[in-house]
Every structure is written in C-alpha cells, then in structure tokens.
C-alpha cells in the first residue's frame, strides 16, 4: 500500500524583510478530504459505475480530493507537499511503480470509467519505483506541475489526484483511507499576487516620491520597502516617503490580508523614482564672448538636471528671450553680462554668467607708406599703422601683381600694370572703407626716337643734335655718345657737339631706376663741298644774261649760299663777280648784269657748305653770239610763269620746230609748231625757267624764257 505525501522543502524566512504564507492543511478526518478506490484488480477494463467505491480504508490504486475553498483565487499558490501512508510493502520493488497524476474531472461524480481514465492516463508528474519498498509515510514537495495544477483549481475550489500502482501481476502494495490516522493530506502554501502599475515619482515632487500601484483583491493592507529596508504599510493605493534621494532609487509594494495573519504577497511590483530640489547652477555658457553691434548670436548650456525651464537674462540693449537651454540674442551697444538660472516648481538655481564684449566694424586705415613709382617684377614694402579693434587686414593690388599678407605690412611683387594698392581693416564685425595708394609701373625707357637732324657735318664745326624726350618711363638721363674725336657732354635729349675729323655714329639712351634703353642711333659723316653743274646762258641784253646752275648734294652738309660766279678769265671763284641766290638744293636761276658787249666771260655755279665751295664746270659766254630772246610783236607766251597748259600764238614770222630746254641746257622736247596758236602741257615739268626755241626754216633761233611754278 503507498501513500502520497506533497510538503514544501522551501524555507520561508529572510533576512531582510519577511512575509507571511498561509496553509491550507488538508488533513485526515476533516472536511477538505475525501478519498476513494477504484475496485479494479490487475486492470480489467471497462470499469462501470458500481466498482467506484468511496470510504474504502485500503487500496492499491484510488483518488485523493481536497477542499481548497479557504484559498482566495487570486492568491499566489508559492509551494505544496501531498503525502501518502505505505501499509503494506512490495517483495519485489524494483518491478513497481506507484503512479501520482492529477485529475481533472471530479472523482465524486464522474462514472467509473471516467475516473479510472483520468487516473491512468498521462500526464503523471510523479513516478515512483521505490515507494513500494518500505512500508511508511512517502511524500513528495513542491512539483512545478502539481503547483501550477493547484494554481489552476483555485477557481473550482477543489484539487483532486489519482494514484495506481503499474507494472502489477499482483497486489504488492496498499495505500491507506481516509480512515486511518495516516491518511493522504497536502499542505498548500499560498500568498496574495504582487501588485501591479507601481509607479514612483521621478522628480516630480519637491519633498519626497509618491508611490501609487493597482489594487490588488483580498487585500487590505500594503507594505512599502526601499529596496530590502521596510519603510511601512498603508491602507491607501499611495505612499509618500520624505527621505527619498534625489537620484534613482527601487521601491517595492507588496500586498497583505491583516485578517489572515498578515497574508503577504510572495512577489512585489517595484518600480523606480526620485525626489526634486531646486536645480544646480547651469555649466559653462557656449558663444562668443566678443560680437559686433547688431550681429545675431546664440548661446547655450547643457541641460540641468530636473529643471523644466530656464531664465536668461542679457546686457542692456540686447534683445532675445527663450525658457530653454539656449537663446538667440541680437547684440545692442552695451558690453555686459549674459547669465542664465535652471528653474523647476522648487526653485531657482544661481545664475551662470558669461561676460561679453561688444565692438564695431573698424575705422579706415590710415596712409599707406611705399613707392609710387617701382620697376615692374621689383618687390617693394608698403604698410599701415595698425586699426584699433581689427583682427585682420586685406591688401588689393594691380592685375599681375603678387603678394599676401593680413597684417598691417606687405611685400609686393610689381606686375606690367600701374594702378591702386588698397587696403581694408576687418574684423568679424565686418571690414572698413579702403585707404588708396596709387602707384605708376616703371619699366625700363623705350629705344629713344631717331636723333634729329643731319646726317654730315664739317669738321670742327658745332651742331646741337636731339631726340623727342621718352615718355613712356620717366627717365631720369640720357646718355649720348659721341664719334672718336668728338666733343660734347649732356645728360637731357639734346646735346651740342664740335665734330671731329672722323665721321661715325652719334647714339643716344635714356636711363631710369628700372634700367637703360637700347640706343638709338644715327650715322655722322664727314661732309664734302656741295656738287653743282652750271647752266645754260641765255642772253637777255648785251650787259645782262639769265644763268644758274643745279646743285645735286650738299655734300652732306647744309648750303650756306649759292650763285654763280664769272670772270673774263677762266675757272671764276666766289672771289670774283658773283651772284647770292639761295641755300636750297635743286635748279636755281640767276641774272648776271654789268657785262660788256662782245667781252668774252667764264660763268660757273657755285655753292657752299661748311666743308668749302663747290663749282660747276664753266660756261664760255660772249653777248655778241647769243640768241635773241624772241619779240613780243611775233610770238605771244602765256600765261608766265605757268602751272599747266601754256598758249602760243603766232603773229608774225614762220617757224617750223620748238625746243623744250631746261635750265640746265638739256633738251627735253622738240614739238611742231602749230599756227597760229599752240597749246603746251607744262604740268609734267619741275618747277623752275625752262627755255622755248623757235627755229626758223633757215636755222635761225628765236628764245623765249617760261618759268614753271
């Protein structure tokens, strides 16, 4: 015979804090246990309803049902024991198993068949092969399925279990009844369930943490802890505790029943919370602390610990509000202190203050100091005075310029081009006007224009030659250089010379602080006397005729005079009889008067230069055999002197041919005369006296002078 026996091997004490568990003993010979047997020997199968016998004392196999009315059903089952009495003992043990399984149907009204079914059929949570050994008490504790089985019944008010001994070819064993002082009992331990919604201030109070849960059914009393320290109990759904900290900290509830001997719930709801103070004062203040007027600045700090709004306060003239952690304030003129406190329903923290400077844009620099006149790819210091309150200056200068610098003093480079350096002072306020220097690009002097003016000279004699100043450089001199022999010094564009006996080149630079040009230059010679021809005569009375001569050089020096000169004996000089007519080169004409009448004359032509004279070959004159200049009654010429057609007309006497001569006895064209009047084209003539020739039939010749403008 076995017999089932469930305690708690739970020891129920702590420490720190305890609670009460209730037990629900059902125990032989009262009113929370029945049992029964199943009159079944060696499993014959089906079972009917009259084999169900209730009240039997001794059994091998059978069902237990206790009355757990007294247990609230929202109680916590937290452990049970079942036992059961051996009375009788098994000879062969190990071939037994007494079975314990749970029923779900009620033993005292379901059929045999029924109930046997239950009894037998998995699932067992107690199998037990040497129960059958030894006659005795067994018992069994704390069978997660058995308590979760109870947990279950709460509601039905009843927990019922069957019992069998399996692997049988006999009866081995029994059990004893409800009869006998040993009969099966179980001992529930129970308590009510932990509350739920615990909730606990988080700084939501100033003096303490409220904790508030759910009610909990059946109970009627609440016990507060903080963390294993009991701080009380309380009838009320809330606890306020005073000593809270100020950080975090765990509270538990746990449910009670003061009319069952302080019935505990075996769990708690916790939850954490804290109290609130005044916060502390706010960190550091994040901005600038120096700003311009008018400029718009954010500050902030972290946030503080359990404030809900802050109060900043700024300097005079500001403006800008906010009740966070930071503020957008715009600067006013005033320099001052910007400070901030952390505020919550307890208060207000110290103020956290930042002290902030404000300035201005800065005022235009002053006069830069540096040339206004450098050579291109020189480099050349300019500076300022410094500007009170700039941070940073910027230089500007011409295109193709190079330089860097933000201070008040720069090193630049000259480019190609002249213009203005400039300067600005800034600083985060924002940048002044610009302060101007201009400045001229110097480059070297370019190759000075052609020297001015002769290109031959006399030796000894003093001649000023001269270039058109350079205005392209500013040049500072000029260098002139002079052929071997020479004399003369200047240092400007025009120098005066006494040439030497050698020609050569005269050359000339122009110099400034860049550099020096390249020469200009022009050749020097030695002038020779002028060369000359002399020109037909033509008679004009017997004391008078018209002359003249071409001069076809200078020599290479100016004509100071010229003429022609005559003597009754051969090669006349200018110290003989002479005429002055002119300093130019070309044709000229001249008149020789005060001749005698069939006195023979040498003529020459003449001019002079600062070299000396230079004569044309002589001409052989004797009035006596001139050609008559023609008469007006004969032959009329008109217009003289002329530019363009010249007429002709024909009076008296026959001609045949006219000659065209130049002044230099040249013939240039021999026309047939046309009566009585003739038309000549003189536009294709130089200037100057050219001669007409009529010639008769008979050879005789007739002249007439024409001049050509």
Same mark, same amino acid.
């Given at each position: 015979m076995k017999k089932f026996f469930l305690s708690s091997l739970i020891m129920l004490c702590f420490v720190t804090y305890s609670y009460t568990q209730q037990y629900l003993n059902c125990s032989p010979d009262n009113s929370n246990l029945w049992t029964g047997s199943v009159n079944k020997v060696l499993f014959s199968y089906p079972v009917t309803d009259d084999e169900l016998i209730v009240g039997n004392p001794f059994q091998n196999r059978g069902w237990a049902k206790f009355n757990i009315v007294g247990i609230p059903d929202n109680a916590t089952i937290d452990n049970a024991e079942i036992g059961l009495f051996v009375y009788q003992a098994s000879s062969t043990p190990s071939s037994h198993e007494l079975v314990l399984s749970s029923l779900y149907v009620d033993p005292e009204t379901s059929s045999g068949n029924t109930l046997w079914n239950s009894i037998v059929d998995p699932p067992d949570y107690l199998v037990e092969s040497s129960w059958g050994d030894v006659v005795g008490q067994k018992f069994r504790s704390n069978l997660t399925t058995m308590i979760n089985d109870i947990q279950s019944s709460l509601t039905r008010n009843w927990f019922a279990v069957g019992f069998y001994e399996r692997n049988e070819d006999a009866i081995a064993c029994y059990i004893i009844g409800h009869s006998n002082p040993n009969a099966p009992y179980l001992v529930i331990g129970f308590s009510l369930p932990a509350p739920t919604g615990v909730s606990a201030t988080d700084g939501t109070l100033c003096d303490n943490v409220r904790i508030t849960w759910n009610a909990v059914p059946n109970a009627d009393r609440y016990y507060i802890y903080k963390g294993t320290t009991s701080l009380g109990y309380t009838s009320n759904l809330y606890f306020d505790y005073s000593g809270a900290s100020t950080s975090p900290e765990e509270y538990r509830v746990y449910a009670a029943k003061s009319s069952i001997d302080n019935m505990f719930s075996s769990k708690y709801g916790s939850n954490t919370g804290y109290?609130?103070?005044?916060?502390?004062?706010?960190?550091?203040?994040?901005?600038?602390?120096?700003?311009?007027?008018?400029?718009?600045?954010?500050?902030?700090?972290?946030?503080?610990? !359990?404030? *809900?709004? +802050? /109060? %900043?306060?700024?300097? #005079? @003239? $500001? &403006?800008?509000? =906010?009740?966070?952690?930071?503020?957008?304030?715009?600067?006013?003129?005033?320099?001052?202190?910007?400070?901030?406190?952390?505020?919550?329903?307890?208060?207000?923290?110290?103020?956290?203050?930042?002290?902030?400077?404000?300035?201005?844009?800065?005022?235009?620099?002053?006069?830069?100091?540096?040339?206004?006149?450098?050579?291109?790819?020189?480099?050349?210091?300019?500076?300022?005075?410094?500007?009170? !309150?700039? *941070?940073? +200056? /910027? %230089?500007?200068?011409? #295109? @193709? $310029? &190079?330089?860097? =610098?933000?201070?008040?003093?720069?090193?630049?480079?000259?480019?190609?081009?002249?213009?203005?350096?400039?300067?600005?002072?800034?600083?985060?306020?924002?940048?002044?006007?610009?302060?101007?220097?201009?400045?001229?690009?110097?480059?070297?002097?370019?190759?000075?224009?052609?020297?001015?003016?002769?290109?031959?000279?006399?030796?000894?004699?003093?001649?000023?030659?001269?270039?058109?100043?350079?205005?392209?450089?500013?040049?500072?001199?000029?260098?002139?250089?002079?052929?071997?022999?020479?004399?003369?010094?200047?240092?400007?564009?025009?120098?005066?010379v006494t040439a030497g006996s050698n020609g050569g080149n005269i050359s000339v630079t122009a110099t400034n602080d860049c550099g020096t040009s390249t020469p200009s230059i022009k050749s020097i010679a030695i002038a020779s006397i002028p060369t000359i021809s002399t020109s037909s005569v033509i008679t004009i009375s017997s004391s008078s005729a018209t002359t003249g001569g071409n001069i076809t050089s200078n020599g290479g020096a100016e004509v100071t005079v010229s003429g022609v000169c005559w003597s009754t004996s051969p090669d006349p000089t200018i110290s003989d009889s002479k005429t002055t007519d002119g300093t130019t080169t070309g044709s000229f004409t001249s008149t020789i008067t005060g001749l005698i009448e069939n006195q023979t004359y040498y003529i020459r032509a003449y001019a002079t230069n600062c070299s000396g004279t230079g004569y044309g070959s002589p001409v052989v004159y004797n009035s006596s055999n001139a050609i008559e200049v023609i008469k007006s009654d004969e032959i009329s010429v008109y217009p003289n002197p002329v530019s363009g057609i010249l007429n002709i007309e024909y009076k008296n006497g026959i001609y045949t041919t006219i000659n065209i001569i130049n002044p230099q006895g040249v013939l240039l064209k021999t026309e047939k005369v046309v009566s009585p009047q003739q038309l000549l084209d003189f536009s294709k003539y130089e200037s100057g006296l050219y001669i007409l020739e009529f010639v008769k039939p008979g050879g005789e010749k007739e002249r007439a002078r024409v001049i050509k403008h």
């Open positions: 109290k609130k103070t005044i916060p502390s004062q706010p960190g550091t203040i994040t901005g600038l602390n120096t700003v311009c007027q008018g400029s718009s600045q954010t500050y902030s700090i972290s946030p503080v610990s !359990g404030a *809900t709004s +802050y /109060t %900043w306060t700024l300097p #005079a @003239g $500001w &403006s800008g509000s =906010s009740t966070t952690t930071s503020i957008v304030a715009t600067a006013g003129a005033n320099t001052g202190n910007i400070s901030v406190t952390a505020n919550n329903s307890c208060g207000s923290s110290s103020p956290k203050t930042l002290y902030v400077t404000v300035q201005g844009t800065p005022s235009r620099p002053g006069t830069i100091t540096g040339s206004t006149s450098v050579c291109q790819g020189t480099t050349n210091k300019y500076s300022i005075a410094s500007v009170p !309150g700039a *941070t940073t +200056y /910027t %230089w500007s200068f011409p #295109a @193709g $310029w &190079s330089g860097s =610098s933000t201070s008040t003093m720069i090193y630049i480079t000259a480019g190609t081009s002249s213009g203005n350096i400039s300067v600005t002072a800034g600083n985060s306020c924002g940048t002044s006007s610009a302060e101007i220097l201009a400045v001229k690009i110097i480059s070297t002097p370019s190759q000075p224009a052609s020297i001015c003016c002769l290109t031959a000279v006399c030796q000894g004699s003093s001649h000023t030659f001269s270039i058109e100043p350079v205005t392209d450089a500013d040049p500072t001199s000029y260098t002139w250089t002079l052929p071997s022999g020479w004399s003369g010094s200047s240092t400007s564009s025009s120098i005066t």
